[in-house]
């Protein structure tokens, strides 16, 4: 059954519409500062990640999955290298923390949790807002006394990541939800890999603009490396994470159907004003290409490339 989603055409939240046109602030409470150091913090997490960290330019960022040694997402995270540290914000800490206190061995290794508020701005005025208070460099770091400032687009809008006692900064700014953020991100054609993946999720069944920015195939060794190389030298995943258009109300966990065959679930649905009701899941490569008219609960819908 497709429950009613709290952003509509009529009733849009005031998050959404800061994160559509302006600027939101946006917390989580398990959004926690990781921070790697050491002289083996780089050459270890090099180890543990499908990209390959010897491209981050200095004060830049990137994107990376941590997988199982069966390739499974175990976690998605931007790491931002700064002055010989890792900074790596996350919503699921016990995955690296753990990753740390299972295999650092000898390695110069030190991992330890930043201090401070925890928020997130975000919206395509971000970065003009937080000019108010501080300069921001080119790229994509900013470590300030008390305070750490990560360049983080969690809404396909732009954004930045506060790690601080910088409450004050978000005085007076819209609250969004974690929905406010997926319908923005989905708009902008994004996956989110919080609601999109699971622990059965493999990085290419994300699709090929995830992969492309998050796994590299020419790295060494990592771990879940064997699986992902075999299934680049394959060619392809039996599933793909996809975008569909409906022509009426669509909800999280409708299938989507093929006649009667069921490709998938949908794992993120919303109303867009500027597009109507969209929505993504992971469906099954076979019946689900791109120009595909489907069953998405009880509204008729087409697996898209991009929104119309």
Not at 229 to 253: A, D, E
Request: aromatic content about 6%.
């Amino acid at each position: 059954m497709t429950e009613e989603h709290p952003i509509s055409e009529a009733h849009p939240t005031d998050g959404a519409v800061a994160l559509r046109e302006a600027v939101a602030a946006w917390r989580s409470p398990t959004l926690t500062l990781l921070i790697l150091s050491g002289a083996d913090a780089k050459g270890w997490l090099q180890g543990q990640v499908t990209n390959d960290l010897r491209d981050i330019p200095a004060g830049g960022s990137m994107g990376v999955c941590i997988t199982k040694s069966t390739g499974q997402i175990l976690d998605v995270v931007r790491v931002f290298e700064h002055e010989g540290r890792l900074f790596i914000p996350t919503l699921n800490p016990d995955v690296l923390t753990d990753r740390v206190r299972d295999f650092v061995i000898m390695e110069d290794v030190t991992l330890t949790v930043g201090q401070g508020d925890a928020l997130s701005l975000q919206g395509p005025a971000a970065t003009q807002h937080l000019r108010q208070f501080t300069e921001l460099p080119a790229l994509d770091v900013r470590v300030m006394e008390g305070a750490v400032l990560l360049r983080h687009d969690r809404s396909g809008q732009g954004g930045w990541d506060l790690f601080a006692s910088v409450e004050s900064w978000a005085e007076g700014l819209p609250h969004a939800t974690t929905l406010d953020l997926s319908a923005t991100s989905l708009e902008a054609g994004r996956v989110m890999s919080s609601l999109d993946a699971d622990s059965r999720t493999l990085p290419p069944e994300l699709g090929d603009e995830f992969t492309q920015s998050h796994v590299s195939h020419t790295k060494g060794c990592y771990v879940g490396q064997e699986i992902l190389h075999r299934i680049f030298s394959r060619g392809h995943t039996n599933r793909t994470w996809r975008k569909l258009q409906g022509s009426g109300p669509m909800g999280v966990g409708d299938a989507v159907t093929l006649a009667d065959e069921t490709l998938g679930v949908v794992t993120r649905a919303h109303f867009s004003p500027e597009f109507g009701w969209i929505a993504a899941g992971i469906l099954r490569n076979r019946g689900g290409e791109i120009g595909r008219r489907v069953q998405v609960g009880t509204s008729p819908a087409e697996i898209v490339d991009d929104w119309v």
